[in-house]
């Protein structure tokens, strides 16, 4: 399983981004999929998740009701939707699954968010 994250880029707070996920490989609409994100000096903490259901789908508190994640099982793409973005939420975004028990994670996508 490969999987190669972007999107990432400079917005002001406030602002909107889209975070893509592409997948390689034949298990993407069996699994489910995570997205993770380690801010400077913090440990990686978990952002959402979807199970392989598209509407089965949980976040950190610290996101909920401003991102969302989704999938498109046709394309092998993880989304994650990021609305009234703060600077606290400037991090590296990592997309993540697990596999017969292996995990795999994607290179990761930088956010940065202005004051």
């Known amino acids: 399983v490969q999987l190669q994250a972007s999107g990432g880029g400079l917005v002001q707070a406030g602002g909107s981004l889209r975070l893509s996920c592409a997948a390689s490989?034949?298990?993407?609409?069996?699994?489910?999929m995570a997205w993770f994100r380690q801010g400077p000096g913090k440990e990686r903490e978990f952002v959402a998740g979807?199970?392989?259901?598209?509407?089965?789908?949980h976040y950190a508190d610290s996101v909920k009701g401003r991102f969302q994640i989704s999938r498109d099982n046709a394309a092998d793409t993880l989304y994650l939707h990021m609305s009234i973005l703060k600077p606290e939420d400037t991090a590296v975004y990592s997309c993540?699954?697990?596999?017969?028990?292996?995990?795999?994670w994607g290179q990761g996508t930088l956010v940065t968010v202005s004051s």
């Open positions: 979807i199970r392989r259901r598209p509407s089965d789908t």
């Open positions: 993540s699954t697990v596999v017969r028990g292996r995990r795999y």
């Open positions: 490989g034949r298990t993407f609409s069996s699994v489910a």
